[in-house]
């Protein structure tokens, strides 16, 4: 019961802080928006990038290996065997001559060749579907080595252009991550300051407090709570202000650049309102933490 | 020179041992203090400004730690009390002060009531224990006054109320007088001492006001240069300047 009236104090407390504190507080929350929506702008480019990466990771963690012509099929089988046993690997397919030869023909854009074709110089292959594209150049020298492989051209990896992959993959992760520590920091200053200016405006009454023995938690409740208050303000309307841009920017996006794959995928924008709701509250809790920490000593 | 209190047979409900206070810039507010104040009793602490009564009170109500020696009140020592008890020892204080330190944006009655409040207590308590220290400071006609309508003794009501609301059984108050003209201020020590004798409250009060103290002939300490210089049990504020050379 007596924590039940400490919280009802705390809030009301916080309350009565907050608008008190009118344009301190207003102007802290329409920054706070503004970088929590510059934040939630960063995850979803961060997002939109990581998809079209992932489509293209999918596309180039598959290697195709030639099988020479007269290898035994008891060969092939022990190593496709061996693929499928191999933890790195999620799926191999055995793709014979004559489905290789099928598969060249009912592409429309090889009918001229095919009916020129005699015979069937395309060679048999094993389509292998590694789990992580770090893993495909290690598969591909396990391939390389086998000795069933096709000597002129035994797979198709393009060890360079995954490299590359792999390496802007990385950039975008870690600018992402900096961007967002970045704003992060920002905020937290933003509402340790906020936080300031209300402990300076009720200085007698932390006095007062203080003297009447009132705990420091008791003290510092009312000024987190404001923080988180601040924190999760600016967050609804960030999020409100994404919700309502973002399905307008895919549209714009698919007609100007359709050949981009982006997409609307509301399971990430149900994501994105949690983490800006729960980071709003935490940058405010911690902000406000951080400062009245030093000035609600008793 | 250290005197020692010549009160035996009463417990001490305050005892400073020797103690000292130095402050970072190189300030020695008090040196080799040793005090004894039983419970009940009502004591003076006079001396110039700068003298030492301020670091003491704050000593006394844990704003500061002792640089060395040792202060107890009720059997606690409060430099080696943690952080997280303090609450608890204020709530035994009553503090009153010469700036009476009310918040404006509260009543009378508020103001008195935030004292429980920020302890949690229920509403119904809160009620009754307010209004029966307002009453006992002569201002329960005035609750729902905001203490820009008081004048400055009936602030300093307000003040003693909201000391007296914890019921505690030490009353520490800092120039209580020092705003208040000569009428008024005998009007708040009226209440001191009914406060000490009724409710057998300690009372420790820092003083500038020589008339109080040579009428009340109550027990006098004077410090001067950080040192206790002397303690009559009915002492009045003119010999101690006589005995010590102090200033007025």
Known sequence: MRLWRHLVFALSSAWQSFWRNAAVSLAAVGTITLILALAGVNLLIGHTLGGILDQYKSRVSVISISIADGTPLSTVYDFEGQLQGDPRVSSVTLITKDEALAHFSADPQNADIARQI???????????????????AAIDAEARAWRGADPANPTDYQGEFISRMLRLSQWVDWAGLVVLGILMIVSVFIVMNTIRTAVYHRRQEIEVMKLV?????FVRGPFVIEGVLTGVLAASLALGALLLAYHPFVDRFHSDLFFIPLGYDPKFV???ARDVLIGGALLGALGSYIGVRRYVRV | MVLQADFVGARPLISFQHVWKRYPNGTEALRDVTLSVPEGDFLFLVGASGAGKSSLIRLLIREEKPSRGKIFVDGQELGRMKRRHLPHYRRKV????????????????????????????????????????????GLAGKLEKYPRELSGGEQQRVAIARALVHQPRLIVADEPTGNLDPATGWEIMQLFLQINHQAKATVLMATHNRDIVDLLRRRVVAIDGGHIVRDDRAGGYHET??????RA
Do not use: C, M
């Open chain 1, 270 to 272: 149900a994501e994105l």
């Open chain 1, 213 to 217: 023995g009132a705990t420091e938690w």
């Open chain 1, 118 to 136: 005699e015979g069937n110089p395309l060679a048999a292959k094993l389509e292998v579907h590694v789990a992580s594209l770090a893993d495909v």
């Open chain 2, 241 to 246: 300047l006589a005995a010590s050379g102090l």
């Open chain 2, 94 to 137: 009553g503090l009153v002060f010469q700036d009476f330190k009310l918040l404006p944006r509260l009543t009378v009655y508020e103001n008195v009531a935030f004292a429980l409040r920020v302890l949690g207590e229920p509403g119904g308590e809160i009620r009754r224990r307010s209004t029966e220290a307002l009453e006992t400071v």
